[in-house]
């Protein structure tokens, strides 16, 4: 990521954003891919894959009535947990590590941007997530090609691979502000993993029971939209639908309200997540000094 020779001028130059985005991604991203967290992450998706195989095996009438059914229930609902322990393992010190282990000093001496860095260390974090994405997505399609066929993949998962892929984006965002505000790792990983298991669930339940209105500032409320595809009667708009229902309990009649993204909404806010929070701690980032 250093100088380079100009064939035409036969001198020394330094290389543009592009190059130095590219070489420093290339780099980041093998040893992501050659680091212990990776062979860890690896194996825990495969330790989940197993589950889930001897699952749907015990189980086979009631989980996997018809493939849209199978790749709902599983895809749906476990790609998010994948997504969120990707993010952590490869963006949690992606820019903390950088104060914390103390080669910030010696990575802001070579003629280089703060925001080329930060850009490459993202794409390779994203790369390396994305691939574990796609290791859980084989597991899914083996199980699913015994029981339905090589040819009976909805469309549906198609549909829901590429929000998959957004709301990835989002949390790699939200992880990579966290390593930018802290100098420390643990925070990035620990608040990664705190608000996206379930913070931000309690927070939009707590919004939608008390306040009464639709959590469209939530993330947890556009992720829904992965799984939401493979159901029937998809809202497909960018507002939300409200469900209110009445339950009688003893002598007493409860209202609850229940809001359902739409599949244009859901992708408007994953996508403002990214780019919100990435910009937020390039910012950060781009401020910080190295003391």
Do not use: C
Not at 30 to 41: P, W
Not at 147 to 157: I, N, R
Not at 183 to 203: C, D, N, Q, R
């Amino acid at each position: 990521m250093g100088a380079v020779v100009d064939g035409a001028a036969g001198r020394l130059r330094v290389p543009v954003s592009s190059e130095q985005v590219f070489k420093l991604t290339r780099y980041q991203l093998r040893e992501y891919l050659r680091s212990r967290r990776f062979v860890a992450l690896i194996a825990i998706i495969a330790v989940i894959g197993a589950i889930l195989t001897a699952l749907v095996a015990h189980f086979r009438g009631g989980l996997v009535s018809s493939n849209v059914a199978f790749y709902g229930s599983f895809w749906g609902g476990g790609i998010d947990l994948v997504i969120v322990l990707a993010a952590v393992f490869f963006g949690g010190d992606a820019i903390a590590g950088e104060f914390q282990n103390k080669t910030g000093y010696f990575l802001m001496g070579l003629p280089i941007r703060r925001t080329t860095v930060y850009v490459g260390k993202f794409i390779a974090a994203y790369l390396a997530a994305a691939a574990t994405m796609l290791v859980f997505l084989a597991i899914l399609l083996a199980n699913g090609a015994y029981y339905f066929g090589t040819g009976a993949v909805p469309w549906q998962l198609l549909l829901s691979l590429a929000l998959a892929l957004v709301y990835l984006g989002a949390v790699l965002g939200a992880t990579f502000f966290f390593s930018s505000l802290f100098k420390t790792s643990a925070y990035g990983f620990v608040l990664t993993a705190i608000l996206f298991l379930f913070g931000f669930t309690i927070l939009q339940d707590v919004i939608v029971g008390l306040v009464k209105i639709e959590p469209w500032m939530v993330i947890s409320y556009a992720e829904s939209t992965i799984g939401n595809v493979f159901g029937s009667g998809v809202n497909w708009g960018i507002f939300g639908t409200k469900t209110t229902t009445t339950t009688m309990i003893g002598r007493m009649m409860v209202q609850s309200t229940t809001w359902t993204p739409g599949i244009a909404e859901g992708f408007v806010i994953m996508l403002g997540y990214l780019i919100g929070t990435a910009a937020v701690g390039l910012l950060l980032f781009e401020r910080e000094e190295f003391t």
